[in-house]
């Protein structure tokens, strides 16, 4: 029975053998079974599912793990969501590794806040409580009008550094871009070791230049009397009065390192690793500057595209991830990816919410910097 006398049950919203990986292994830390439902896309590619026992009046939680189809796997997590609901379910808990959209949580030129209006949908699907994992920015929890608890994952990649890296002692934390400082500062200052940034045109893709607006609108030239042109022979400025300074543009300098890596094991750590490109250039600044491994350390491998085969053609020596995301394939791909389980924090996580218990035991010595 997934039933104890806890009752509380668990389901995942993915009938995929690579997606109910993680799954199993949170019921079977729980001690538990994982409810029966079937989730699959009709012919027309259409999300259904079927919810196969009672929940009435029950605490459900529902994993999801993210794999490459996204909108698919959102869709699901809804239907399921909204399934539940009407099944009467007391409380809907989604247990989200890694949040989809949490990258697009900034207004970029005339686009849109996807990751808001996702927060938005699940709340109306009828989840009452999120459980993820190193969001991309923190802030995204205040786009949520439930609870959200985001764990972290850097205490299992840590130990990862010290149990399977010899000679860690030897290392330094880099940092690709100045925006992962600060998350390579805390990993350099759990690990009591050196820390270096990677700052100029190898950069993250994230550029500010994308937050304005455009605005106002470009001056048209126009037939006829507008209403606000001057007299002849006045025409300093077509609007008079709100000449505003112009914003002068950025000017990347030439790629720099700031540290010492020579002689010395590199270990770039961020959150996401996705397109490798910024890494595979950043481990190839590294070797020209004496570094001699060089370890990636990320909590979500999405690993898209070509990925695996840049890795592994690359001066890379590890790629370490954690299973928030199926990454089977590629790891067959590239067998310099490995991984890490996090399914026990999970597992505790929703041991912990549905017994009413305190969530500050996972959250030991971290930090708002974390």
Same mark, same amino acid.
């Given at each position: 029975?997934?039933?104890?006398?806890?009752g509380y049950r668990v389901f995942s919203a993915n009938s995929s053998p690579a997606c109910t990986e993680l799954a199993k292994k949170i019921t079977e830390r729980l001690g538990v079974e994982l409810g029966k439902s079937v989730v699959f896309?009709? *012919?027309? @590619?259409?999300? =259904?599912?079927?919810?196969?026992?009672?929940?009435? !009046?029950?605490?459900?939680?529902?994993?999801?793990?993210?794999? =490459?189809?996204?909108?698919?796997?959102?869709?699901?997590?809804?239907?399921?969501?909204?399934?539940?609901?009407?099944?009467?379910?007391?409380? +809907?808990?989604?247990? +989200?590794?890694?949040?989809?959209?949490?990258?697009?949580?900034?207004? @970029?030129?005339?686009?849109?806040?996807?990751?808001?209006?996702?927060? *938005?949908?699940?709340?109306?699907?009828?989840?009452? %409580?999120i459980i993820t994992m190193d969001l991309h920015q923190k802030e995204i929890q205040g786009f949520f009008s439930f609870p959200v608890d985001n764990l972290r994952a850097s205490p299992f990649l840590i130990q990862y550094i010290q149990e /399977?890296?010899?000679?860690?002692?030897?290392?330094?934390?880099?940092?690709?871009?100045?925006?992962?400082?600060?998350?390579?500062?805390?990993?350099?200052?759990?690990? @009591?070791?050196?820390?270096?940034?990677? %700052?100029? $045109?190898?950069?993250?893709?994230e550029s500010d230049m994308a937050d304005g607006r455009h605005s106002p609108p470009s001056v048209r030239n126009t037939i006829g009397h507008t209403g606000l042109e001057l007299p002849s022979g006045k025409q300093q400025a077509l609007f008079? !009065?709100?000449?505003?300074?112009?914003?002068?543009?950025? $000017?990347?300098?030439?790629?720099?390192?700031?540290?010492?890596?020579?002689?010395?094991?590199?270990?770039?750590?961020?959150?996401?690793?996705?397109?490798?490109?910024?890494?595979?250039?950043?481990? /190839? +600044?590294?070797?020209?500057?004496?570094?001699?491994?060089?370890?990636?350390?990320?909590? %979500?491998?999405?690993?898209?595209?070509?990925?695996?085969?840049?890795?592994? /053609?690359?001066?890379?020596? /590890?790629?370490?991830?954690?299973?928030?995301?199926? %990454?089977?394939?590629?790891?067959?791909?590239?067998?310099?990816?490995?991984?890490?389980?996090?399914?026990?924090?999970?597992?505790?996580?929703?041991? =912990? +919410?549905?017994?009413?218990?305190?969530?500050?035991?996972?959250? @030991?010595?971290?930090?708002?910097?974390?």
């Amino acid at each position: 029975m997934n039933v104890a006398k806890s009752g509380y049950r668990v389901f995942s919203a993915n009938s995929s053998p690579a997606c109910t990986e993680l799954a199993k292994k949170i019921t079977e830390r729980l001690g538990v079974e994982l409810g029966k439902s079937v989730v699959f896309q009709e *012919s027309n @590619r259409e999300t =259904r599912v079927d919810v196969k026992e009672s929940v009435r !009046g029950q605490t459900i939680f529902i994993i999801q793990t993210i794999p =490459r189809d996204v909108n698919t796997a959102i869709m699901e997590l809804l239907v399921m969501a909204y399934a539940l609901k009407t099944s009467c379910a007391k409380n +809907i808990i989604g247990v +989200i590794p890694y949040f989809p959209y949490s990258k697009q949580c900034k207004m @970029r030129k005339r686009g849109s806040i996807v990751c808001k209006l996702l927060a *938005s949908m699940l709340a109306k699907a009828g989840l009452t %409580h999120i459980i993820t994992m190193d969001l991309h920015q923190k802030e995204i929890q205040g786009f949520f009008s439930f609870p959200v608890d985001n764990l972290r994952a850097s205490p299992f990649l840590i130990q990862y550094i010290q149990e /399977e890296i010899p000679d860690y002692r030897n290392a330094i934390i880099v940092a690709k871009s100045p925006a992962a400082a600060k998350r390579a500062q805390s990993y350099a200052e759990r690990l @009591r070791l050196g820390l270096a940034v990677i %700052h100029g $045109e190898a950069q993250c893709s994230e550029s500010d230049m994308a937050d304005g607006r455009h605005s106002p609108p470009s001056v048209r030239n126009t037939i006829g009397h507008t209403g606000l042109e001057l007299p002849s022979g006045k025409q300093q400025a077509l609007f008079p !009065g709100i000449e505003l300074p112009m914003m002068m543009a950025k $000017e990347k300098p030439p790629i720099t390192v700031v540290g010492d890596v020579g002689g010395r094991i590199a270990i770039i750590v961020d959150d996401i690793i996705d397109d490798v490109g910024d890494f595979v250039a950043a481990a /190839e +600044i590294l070797k020209e500057r004496g570094a001699y491994k060089i370890f990636i350390m990320a909590t %979500h491998g999405l690993l898209s595209a070509d990925a695996p085969r840049l890795i592994e /053609e690359s001066a890379i020596d /590890e790629v370490v991830v954690t299973n928030t995301v199926p %990454h089977e394939v590629q790891k067959l791909q590239c067998p310099k990816i490995k991984t890490v389980d996090v399914s026990m924090i999970l597992a505790e996580a929703i041991r =912990r +919410i549905h017994n009413g218990e305190s969530m500050a035991y996972l959250f @030991r010595n971290i930090t708002v910097d974390d």
